[in-house]
């Protein structure tokens, strides 16, 4: 089985400044992919970035960018100048192991809150 | 559509009423999926349709919950005999192809409560 853990279930960070989102998973697969998503309150899941398990680089999209520690099984997300609209609840997400289409795994959320 | 539509955005409705949710993939996309928000549970799996075949309906946590998909479109939800337990949000995801690397784009989900 495929588990994906967050264990920040809240955190805040001043505009402008930057803010690490933490992730760990466990799975037996030799390649898998990694998602974050991002629900503001309208609901809607946003993708925000995804990595690839064989990639050693770490994806970035514009101010978001990953740490990925395949070793260590870990996979932050790190937000650069934080902005008024990045405050959402952001989920950690895998493809669940064995399964050619995209059935996800996600944690249990990190509420993040950007104050003025 | 431009996006994934999910109807009806809030439901209310009372134990023991049968409910339907339904989900408006985008145009062209081949895969479906529905996921159950809850704040026990948290974000889990429910069901996977390729065209308007289901081969993983093994989140589904009863027999009192189905769904279907017909045109290789339009997707609805059924909940029989609703418990209060199924107060949740239901969130329908589309994507062009299965492959799991294939982005999924989610709808604004459908708040059911049950009473």
């Known amino acids: 089985a495929q588990t994906v853990t967050q264990s920040q279930p809240e955190m805040s960070v001043q505009e402008a400044e930057t803010v690490t989102l933490s992730c760990t998973y466990d799975?037996?697969?030799?390649?898998?992919?990694l998602f974050w998503y991002k629900q503001p309150p309208s609901r809607q899941m946003i993708l925000v970035i995804r990595?690839?398990?064989?990639?050693?680089q770490n994806a970035t999209e514009n101010r978001f960018s990953v740490n990925f520690q395949k070793a260590a099984k870990s996979f932050s997300l790190k937000i650069s100048d934080s902005q008024l609209g990045d405050t959402a609840m952001y989920f950690c997400?895998?493809?669940?192991?064995?399964?050619?289409?995209?059935?996800?795994?996600f944690g249990q959320g990190t509420i993040l809150t950007v104050h003025p | 559509g431009a996006g994934v539509s999910q109807s009806p955005s809030n439901k209310v409705t009372e134990k023991g009423k049968d409910v339907e949710l339904r989900c408006d993939p985008i145009?062209?996309?081949?895969?479906l999926y529905w996921y159950r928000q809850s704040l026990g549970q948290g974000l889990e799996f429910l069901i996977y349709?390729?065209?308007?075949?289901?081969?993983?309906k093994s989140g589904l946590p009863s027999d009192r919950f189905s769904a279907e998909r017909t045109g290789g479109s339009v997707s609805t939800l059924t909940i029989q005999r609703t418990q209060q337990e199924d107060s949740a949000v239901y969130l329908c995801a589309s994507s062009l192809t299965e492959d799991s690397l294939t982005e999924a784009f989610f709808g604004q989900g459908t708040r059911l409560t049950v009473v």
């Open positions: 145009s062209g996309h081949t895969a």
């Open positions: 997400a895998s493809p669940l192991p064995g399964t050619s289409y995209g059935k996800l795994t």
């Open positions: 990595q690839e398990a064989y990639k050693q």
């Open positions: 349709f390729q065209g308007n075949s289901a081969p993983d």
């Open positions: 799975t037996s697969e030799s390649n898998y992919y």
